[in-house]
Nanobody, 126 residues
Framework: QVQPVESGGGLVQPGGSLRLSCTAS????????MAWFRQAPGKEREFVAG????????PYADSVKGRFTISRDNAKNTVYLQMNSLKPEDTAVYYC???????????????????WGQGTQVTVSS
C-alpha cells in the first residue's frame, strides 16, 4: 500500500550533520505513522524516532534525544530525519518504516511496522 524510499545517507565526520529523507508512495501519507530505525553491524535493528500522522507526537530513542529531529511534510509524501552532533556510534543503515496506525504511542518495535525502505548507509568517521 505504501513504498518508502530513503535518501541522504553518506559519510560525515564526528560532530557533523546529515538530513535523511524518506519519500513514500502508494497511499496518502497522512494515513500512516512513520518511524526511523537503524541497524549497525552485528546488532538488532533499533528504533530511532517516530512521528504521528500529523506530526504532533515525536518520540525519540534516548540515545538521540537532543541531537536528532524527525519531521514530515504530508503534501510532499516525505519524512525527514535531521541528525546533528553525529557520533561514530550513530553509524548504521537507517531505515524508514510506515504503519497504518492511528497513534505512534508504543510503536517502537520493528514488528509494529508493515512497510520498509531498503535503507541508507550513514557512516560517522574521521
Amino acid at each position: 500500500q505504501v513504498q518508502p524510499v530513503e535518501s541522504g545517507g553518506g559519510l560525515v565526520q564526528p560532530g557533523g550533520s546529515l538530513r535523511l529523507s524518506c519519500t513514500a508512495s502508494g497511499r496518502v501519507l497522512s494515513s500512516y505513522v512513520m518511524a526511523w530505525f537503524r541497524q549497525a553491524p552485528g546488532k538488532e535493528r533499533e528504533f530511532v524516532a517516530g512521528i504521528s500522522r500529523f506530526g504532533r507526537t515525536t518520540p525519540y530513542a534516548d540515545s538521540v534525544k537532543g541531537r536528532f529531529t524527525i519531521s514530515r511534510d504530508n503534501a510532499k509524501n516525505t519524512v525527514y530525519l535531521q541528525m546533528n552532533s553525529l557520533k561514530p556510534e550513530d553509524t548504521a543503515v537507517y531505515y524508514c518504516a510506515a504503519a497504518a496506525a492511528a497513534t505512534i504511542t508504543g510503536h517502537t518495535s520493528t514488528r509494529d511496522y508493515d512497510y520498509w525502505g531498503q535503507g541508507t548507509q550513514v557512516t560517522v568517521s574521521s
